[in-house]
């Protein structure tokens, strides 16, 4: 009997532990991927939104000061928030940013994918996924190569692959 529990002792050792993940966010300030939109509104208070060529609204909280984090905004289709991005702080090594997610959440599922926008700033993404959610991190760096945005985006996989389907997405590739 003695053997057996040391046994378990060594697979609860502290180096296992920290091994443990921690689970992706599902809620941003409150609010929860999926939710209805009159639950977001009840926490946060009136949202402005506008109609995207997407086919989900894009809203952001109405009342100055009453966003949970900078920058927030809401996607929402068929009534439930399908998404939400806001704006991390800007850290002075988008790199300690990225470490310490990979501490969080392990290694990313998408790893670095660079594209430029219209504007010629470079973004570059990674993202980590589980059975209910999708989380990217995503860098922004001007045309200086300097860093000048950090934004965060959940994404509730069921409700995306709805909207998904139902703009005919699924069927592009």
Not at 59 to 83: H, M
Not at 115 to 136: A, C, L, N, P
């Amino acid at each position: 009997m003695r053997r057996l529990v040391l046994v378990v002792l060594c697979i609860l050792s502290p180096a296992a532990a920290a091994q443990e993940r921690q689970a992706l966010p599902h809620q941003v300030g409150g609010v929860a991927l999926a939710a209805e939109r009159s639950a977001a509104e009840e926490r946060l208070g009136p949202l402005r939104c506008r109609d995207s060529r997407a086919g989900f609204l894009v809203c952001t909280v109405a009342e100055a000061g009453k966003q949970p984090v900078p920058e927030l905004e809401l996607f929402i289709y068929e009534n439930r928030i399908v998404s939400m991005s806001y704006a991390e702080k800007r850290p002075n090594n988008a790199w300690q940013l990225l470490d310490g997610m990979i501490q969080k959440y392990g290694q990313p599922a998408l790893t670095g994918v660079r594209e430029r926008d219209r504007q010629g700033r470079m973004h570059e993404v990674f993202g980590w996924k589980d059975e209910k959610t999708i989380y990217s991190l995503r860098f922004v760096w001007d045309e200086s190569s300097q860093l000048s945005a950090a934004i965060s985006t959940l994404w509730d996989r069921d409700k995306y692959r709805r909207w998904e389907s139902a703009v005919g997405l699924d069927k592009a590739q």
